[in-house]
């Protein structure tokens, strides 16, 4: 098993910027890729970015060339460094992995995007 905590999130006006950590219980971003996703309120939960364990990074079409995902391996930490934030990007974000074919969540992180 492995706990998930995330932080980072508040307030920030359009076009702001921050930065999201997900702290891991245990050393796992070596061995399983690691996701980050948001719910908005009265949206479904959807994937934003996931780092593969090989240093790949795959980002939604949404996100793409604003929002980066990194890794701290020393830190059991993955960051979601969110530039040029928009009013749509206000959501919950929480990371995620599947690790021996469980899912696992953070508790989340809300963001707000507003002016």
């Known amino acids: 098993q492995v706990q998930f905590v995330e932080s980072g999130g508040g307030l920030v006006q359009p076009g702001g910027s921050l930065r999201l950590s997900c702290v891991a219980s245990r050393s796992i971003f070596s061995i399983y890729p690691m996701s980050w996703y948001r719910q908005a309120p009265g949206k479904q939960r959807e994937w934003v970015a996931t780092r593969t364990t090989n240093g790949g990074h795959n980002y939604a079409d949404s996100v793409k060339g604003r929002f980066a995902i990194s890794r701290d391996s020393a830190k059991d930490t993955v960051f979601l460094q969110m530039n040029n934030l928009k009013p749509e990007d206000t959501a919950v974000y929480y990371c995620?992995?599947?690790?021996?074919?469980?899912?696992?969540w953070g508790q989340g992180t809300q963001v707000t995007v507003s002016s």
């Open positions: 995620h992995a599947i690790i021996d074919g469980n899912n696992y």
